[in-house]
């Protein structure tokens, strides 16, 4: 006999509840989903609206510093700065100014500083010896690119 | 079955029900149709804004990257007079010192104003400009103040509208400008101000916004004006209905592209030296303008240039003295007098019409020629070899010299040597001089230009010949800009020293440094211009300004060291200086030996002169002692002070 209406079980019948039930959630859930979604995108927009500011902020003040350092270097900043500390600085005249490099590993063999006659080791002397030294490199060093 | 009476009112709520809808279709057409354009414009206007993103102008740096120029971006303070009320003299109060300003006329400013706009509708004014390049930190020190500022009234007890009302006043009557300026500043103050130059405001008009931009007017900041002035960025976007940016919405959004940093041939140091060594010789010698130069013969490279009196590029103002704008280094000419027989000199030894050692009669001071009478100024030479011509400065010797070179070898040296021509200094404002053709020369100009007459040249134009013999006779092209580089540093374009033509030969730049280091010696015409620890190779000018006879002299001294090898070339120019002592040797040439000890000492110029009497060096008996000796000052000691404390 065909069910009808009057032959319905008086059981409640729970699968199109829940069905109805989860198309509601999953409706109801996206809705607050997307609004959540937005507001997150808002708040993030805000976030680096601000963060923006900060950055260019930050760059205007690291400008500032530039030009604060620029001008600390300038050289009447210096000049007026050493003479307020009273630091007595001086030029180096050119007889205190000696070139000279580093002793440099020669070849086995080659006379180091300490085996020089002490006439070789003059001012002058080590002056030469340095000159002789990078004009030898000079000219045995291998052609740059 | 429907009554008539329900028909009837059925028939009516139908009517309305049709006219209703037939307004809203009419209001509809209206808006999406009629005035679709309009009105989506205006919405768009309240909704879409374009933000301009201000491009940072590059710095200019010296050799060693000392920043001589840079910008700053700065605030335009304005304020909505609108939302002040009757609380002008209180705000002025607050922030007139901190904008520097006058507080009556603060307080006149925030008065509430009126306007009429083109349909006659009147509106009130809610923009005023209160002050225009106000630092950040100034900014941020008045916003601190108007959020704190106290009205008097307790606004708790306020209603909504007051509170509201005072709630505007504190965060949005005073307010800045979206668009920052900038301003230039320049740390070194009137440092090299003529190189530098300056710049001005200008509007420009950016996606529809105006932006005002800076523009250079002179010096490097003109001449390189495209490089330095970078392309502004822009963002489209849309706002919500409190004016913030919703950044979901964004659609273009450019960054600007700062301008290029210029790296000059300039050391601040060297500069500083040349600068306050000629504001030492201004007030030894009372000249009307004094110049001076240095340079690196072998590349051209200009290490400082300066003239006085100058100007101070932060402070530029409509009344500074047009005069002190000008760079007279390249936009003044001048006859050179004595340093142009270095020209004639070179151009006869290098077609080896005479030698350094050939003789010429110099007629004891008066020589006849061509219906003028030339002088030795108050010298009676006998006979002197070129050599001497040149040590002692015989204008009729140099004058014979040019005689038996003739005119058209003479004028081919002449523009050989870069006269008559711009240099192509990368300075606007460089003038030629004047070299006459030959076909225009009077009989006794032959005479006359190799004394340094009948002729005008710029300072630099001789400073870059001087160069030239210093080059082993090449001509190098004036460089002031090392390199272009971005702002993290990375060189973008450099430009290399550039050979313009050998115009004698090596041989013959060998004999006139010879013949010109005997300026500086005993007998030579500039003996206080001699260095201690280098030779110096130079010569002396002392040129009669037109119209002859009025006691007015442009002094000059060209030398360069150490002689044989040299490392810079120094130069220094005295325009009318006073009549009592006006020679090249007594005015110039002390200014020049002070220059170039000094430079010497900061560049650590390898010295070619002994010191006399120097204490023999104590013997070291090991290597280590032996380097423990010989302390080498240190070159940033003297780089980073440049001066002589």
């Known amino acids: 006999m065909a069910r009808n209406r009057k032959n319905q079980s008086a059981a409640v019948r729970f699968g199109p509840a829940l069905k109805a039930s989860l198309i509601c959630l999953l409706i109801g859930g996206s809705g607050v989903g997307y609004v959540w979604q937005q507001n997150q995108l808002l708040e993030l927009g805000r976030q680096k609206v601000e963060k923006e500011k900060r950055l260019n902020t930050l760059r205007v003040q690291n400008s500032q510093f530039g030009r604060h350092l620029a001008e600390l270097q300038s050289p009447r900043s210096l000049e007026t700065r050493v003479k307020e500390l009273n630091l007595g600085l001086t030029m180096a005249q050119p007889t205190q100014v000696v070139r000279l490099v580093d002793a440099l590993p020669g070849p086995p063999g080659a006379p180091h500083w300490g085996a020089l006659s002490p006439a070789a080791l003059t001012r002058d002397g080590i002056q030469r010896q340095t000159e002789r030294h990078y004009a030898k490199r000079q000219t045995t060093a291998p052609p740059g690119p | ?645």
């Open chain 2, 1 to 645: 079955m429907i009554q008539p009476a329900q028909f009837r009112r059925l028939a009516l709520l139908g009517s309305l029900l049709v006219i209703a809808f037939a307004g809203l279709g009419y209001r509809l057409v209206d808006l999406q149709v009629v005035r679709h354009d309009d009105l989506s414009r205006e919405a768009a206007g309240r909704r879409e804004s374009t933000i301009i993103h201000p491009s940072r102008r590059g710095d200019i740096l010296d050799g060693r990257g000392n920043v001589l120029a840079t910008s700053l971006f700065v605030k335009t303070v304005c304020a909505d007079p609108s939302l002040i009320g009757t609380n002008q003299a209180l705000v002025a109060r607050a922030i007139a010192p901190l904008l520097r300003m006058n507080e009556i006329e603060l307080s006149q400013k925030l008065q509430l104003r009126l306007y009429k706009d083109r349909s006659g509708k009147v509106h009130v004014d809610q923009y005023v400009a209160l002050k225009r390049k106000v630092t950040l930190d100034e900014w941020e020190r008045i916003q601190a103040t108007m959020k704190n500022i106290s009205f008097g009234v307790n606004e708790k007890k306020l209603s909504h509208r007051e509170r509201i009302f005072y709630r505007n006043l504190r965060q949005r009557a005073i307010f800045v400008e979206p668009v920052d300026d900038q301003l230039r500043v320049y740390p070194g103050g009137l440092l090299a101000a003529h190189v530098l130059g300056f710049t001005a405001a200008q509007d420009k008009t950016v996606e529809g916004n105006v932006v005002t931009d800076l523009v250079g007017k002179d010096g490097i900041e003109a001449a390189f004006n495209s490089a330095l002035d970078g392309a502004v960025g822009w963002r489209q976007t849309e706002n919500d209905h409190g004016r913030r940016e919703m950044v979901l919405f964004r659609e273009e959004d450019v960054a600007p592209r700062p301008g290029l940093n210029v790296a000059l041939t300039l050391d601040a140091g060297v500069q500083d030296i040349l600068e306050s060594e000629l504001v030492k010789g201004m007030e030894k010698n009372a000249p009307a303008s004094i110049c001076g130069l240095v340079i690196r013969p072998k590349t051209g490279a200009i290490l400082a240039m300066a003239a006085l009196p100058n100007f101070s590029p932060n402070q530029i103002t409509a009344n500074t003295p047009m005069a002190n704008l000008r760079n007279r280094v390249i936009s003044d000419t001048f006859e050179p007098g004595s340093t142009f027989k270095t020209v004639v000199v070179s151009a006869a030894l290098n077609e080896q019409v005479v030698s350094l050692n050939d003789v010429f009669y110099c007629e004891n001071g008066l020589f006849s020629f061509a219906g003028h009478t030339l002088h030795d100024a108050g010298h009676h030479f006998g006979n002197l070899t070129v050599e001497d011509v040149i040590a002692k400065s015989s204008n009729i010797g140099a004058a014979k010299i040019g005689l038996k070179l003739g005119e058209t070898r003479l004028y081919k040296y002449i523009r050989d040597f870069g006269f008559g021509d711009l240099t192509g200094i990368a300075l606007p404002g460089e003038v030629r001089g004047t070299v006459h053709p030959v076909k225009n020369w009077y009989k006794v100009s032959i005479a006359q230009i190799p004394m340094g007459q009948g002729l005008s040249v710029t300072p630099l134009q001789m400073a870059m010949a001087f160069g030239a013999i210093a080059n082993h006779g090449r001509l190098m092209r004036p460089m002031l800009v090392d390199h272009l580089e971005d702002e993290h540093k990375q060189e973008v374009l450099r430009y290399p020293p550039q050979v313009i033509r050998q115009v004698i030969s090596e041989e013959t730049a060998r004999l006139m440094v010879q013949a010109m280091k005997k300026v500086v010696q005993t007998g030579g015409t500039a003996p206080k211009a001699a260095l201690e620890h280098y030779t110096v190779a130079g010569k002396t000018g002392t040129g009669q300004k037109p119209p002859y006879g009025s006691h007015k002299y442009f002094s000059s001294f060209i030398g360069f060291f150490p002689a044989d090898d040299p490392e810079i070339c120094v130069s220094v120019f005295l325009d009318e200086p006073d009549p009592k002592r006006y020679y090249g040797g007594e005015t110039a040439g002390p200014v020049f030996k002070t220059i170039a000890e000094r430079a010497a000492a900061y560049l650590a110029i390898r010295p070619d002169v002994a010191p006399p009497s120097e204490p023999p060096p104590k013997q070291p008996s090991n290597q280590a002692e032996a380097i423990a000796e010989t302390v080498v000052s240190n070159p940033l000691t003297t780089a980073q002070t440049g001066r002589d404390f």
